[in-house]
């Protein structure tokens, strides 16, 4: 079977996934991780590679083509942030913008809200933050404690947020408020489209020793008044809509940790093939190269997963998605911190150099094992819904 005739899988990719994959190494590599790294520790934005990456239709490579983006599936997004991170470009914001908020307001926005903004999301030229996690609720979405309340045509949002990714370049936050369902009394999730500049709306950065360009914030919401026109799709359906964002992202941070693991087992393996003791290159000791062997091997299996996560969700089985998303960005998020560990000490003290870029990767793993839900949580979902386990919490 040749290889224009072989079904779509997430086992062997088409020769259009192959193209995309090479068409963003060569995006990233103009870059590299020299650019991404001098703009982290200069508190700016890699505003220059999103907008070209935008304008080359690779940020909106998952949004419908009749909003101006590339009619294609989280799948083909996946492969743009692992392989901008495989050349050491991870932007955190494509889990963000185009995965979280883009594809919630392409399922479930208003016709107004979809021309208002995913033409933007796709080219780069505007930006969304998504704003759900909380000071007290944590990883506890059933307990947010941001309520939107009715005050005539208008809605008025108060609460807090926190570890909300760059809000100081964003145009507007998809917050994650409650409301009062009108026939019971309980509060349900509903989400809306705050712009940045709207009165009552507040933002300061959290101190982190993550190094990355987009910055972590807290948020502050007191009397936030916004027009009816804020609210996303049905406000009945909050929920649905809620979760139709959890599973891109979970995949979009999977793909974020293997980018990084990538990154960090090529320069191993390349430090591993020149550097010589005693007329030999360290890579033909076994005691180094088992190790780069077994974190290969790893990486391999968490990307299979990833791509059967996201042919799941591209296929519409959000069931099977959730487990495959949660699974892949467990394993993802593993094999990056094991992978990272092992190149620093595979490089010895070089490893902890500016100029190979492998300390900073130590803290970015982190990354991938506590957000956007810790691999705690991730092992109660797959004993309760794989397992059939009880439930401990």
Request: charged fraction near 20%; glycine fraction near 10%.
């Amino acid at each position: 079977m040749s290889a224009s005739s072989t079904p779509e899988s997430p086992l062997i990719e088409t020769p259009e996934r192959i193209a995309l994959r090479r068409a963003v190494g060569d995006l990233g590599r103009r870059y590299g991780s020299s650019y991404f790294l001098a703009r982290a520790r200069a508190g700016e934005h890699t505003d220059e590679l999103w907008s070209e990456a935008g304008k080359l239709g690779f940020l909106g490579v998952n949004l419908p083509e009749e909003y101006g983006g590339g009619g294609a599936g989280v799948y083909e997004l996946s492969i743009v942030l692992e392989e901008l991170g495989t050349v050491g470009c991870p932007l955190l914001m494509l889990v963000v913008s185009p995965a979280i908020c883009g594809t919630i307001l392409a399922r479930f926005g208003t016709e107004e809200q979809k021309r208002a903004w995913l033409p933007g999301l796709a080219d780069g030229s505007r930006r969304m933050a998504f704003a759900i996690t909380e000071p007290e609720a944590g990883s506890n979405s059933h307990k947010l404690s941001t309520v939107a309340k009715r005050d005539g045509a208008d809605w008025v949002l108060n609460g807090r947020k926190v570890f909300i990714s760059g809000i100081d370049g964003a145009d507007a936050v998809l917050v994650v408020g409650r409301t009062e369902d009108a026939r019971t009394g309980k509060l349900k999730p509903a989400l809306f489209i705050l712009p940045r500049q709207t009165p009552g709306f507040e933002y300061r950065p959290i101190p982190m020793e993550l190094l990355s360009p987009e910055r972590q914030f807290q948020v502050f919401l007191d009397d936030v008044r916004l027009p009816a026109d804020a609210l996303v799709g049905d406000e009945n359906a909050g929920l649905q809509q809620l979760f139709a964002g959890l599973n891109p992202e979970r995949i979009m941070t999977a793909a974020f940790s293997l980018g990084v693991a990538r990154q960090a087992l090529n320069t191993a393996v390349d430090y591993a093939k020149t550097r010589t003791v005693w007329d030999t290159p360290i890579g033909a000791h076994q005691g180094l190269a088992h190790p780069l062997a077994q974190c290969a091997i790893e990486v391999e299996l968490a990307r299979l997963m990833m791509r059967k996560a996201a042919h799941l969700y591209d296929a519409g089985d959000d069931l099977a998605a959730g487990e495959a998303a949660n699974m892949a960005k467990y394993a993802s998020g593993e094999a990056a911190t094991r992978t990272v560990d092992q190149a620093v000490q595979t490089l010895g003290g070089n490893g902890l150099t500016q100029e190979y870029g492998l300390a900073a990767l130590l803290a970015a793993t982190r990354v991938g094992r506590v957000a956007p839900v810790s691999r705690e949580m991730i092992l109660n979902y797959v004993a309760q819904h794989t397992l059939g386990l009880p439930r401990s919490y």
